[in-house]
């Protein structure tokens, strides 16, 4: 269903947003990635397609309240898979119990350092958590038009009136409204500046380490304020 497609996507690219974030990780784009979504192509031949030495792969089901989840990691060096978990989670342990586990089992595998930051222990209810993946996907989406963005402004919304420290969410609005204004989708650029500077504020204070949090701190220093010194600090 509808909802099911916003979760895994969206949770597909948290995931992939946090492999980034390990040393020494190359990671592909979502875009690329995406593009395999459904392929009945065998994982040994995506892998080539991709240029990728692993490949990552999950599906996901939920209920009202059991989410349900599935990852294989195939090596693609040696022709076969290397680890294989399915996880039946309260939908309410969905960051803390499965996102952290599937990126430690995943750094394990590949011999890479991974240090969970204190932003998993946000979003701990599926009510915060639908909406800021749902904002993800929109946000996502390419091509992507206004009406997309504005869609994901407001599941960001959505998700911080559910939970007031949920870090992400904050810096994921940021992020939104940023690209809001650069694209042209509002006729009020600086109101929308002021607010996502507040938003991209509220996530630092909340995990100074939050890593979209910082990228956004680098466009706005870039995009809004003209202020390339700064921005290359990001």
């Known amino acids: 269903n ?41 994982d040994s031949v995506i892998a080539d397609e991709l240029g990728v030495d692993y490949l990552l792969k999950g599906s996901l089901r939920s209920t009202s309240s059991i989410i349900k989840f599935e990852f294989n990691l195939f090596d693609s060096r040696k022709n076969k898979l290397v680890w294989h978990e399915t996880y039946n989670e309260q939908a309410s342990n969905i960051l803390v119990n499965v996102q952290e586990r599937v990126l430690d089992a995943t750094a394990r595998m590949l011999d890479r350092e991974y240090s969970p930051d204190k932003h998993f222990e946000r979003a701990n209810t599926l009510n915060a958590y639908i909406p800021y993946v749902e904002g993800t996907y929109y946000v996502g989406k390419y091509p992507q038009t206004g009406n997309d963005n504005q869609i994901a402004m407001q599941k960001f919304s959505e998700s911080i009136k559910k939970d007031s420290v949920f870090d992400d969410a904050y810096a994921s609005l940021a992020e939104a409204q940023i690209y809001h204004i650069i694209y042209e989708y509002t006729d009020q650029p600086m109101i929308l500046a002021i607010d996502a500077k507040k938003n991209v504020k509220k996530s630092l204070q909340l995990n100074p380490m939050n890593p979209l949090a910082l990228a956004t701190t680098g466009r706005i220093f870039w995009w809004i304020d003209h202020d390339i010194d700064s921005a290359q600090a990001y």
């Open 2 to 42: 509808k909802e099911n497609e916003f979760l895994t996507e969206g949770f597909a690219r948290v995931l992939n947003r946090e492999l980034h974030n390990m040393r020494e990780m190359t990671v592909i784009s979502n875009s690329s990635a995406f593009s395999y979504k459904g392929s009945p192509k065998p």
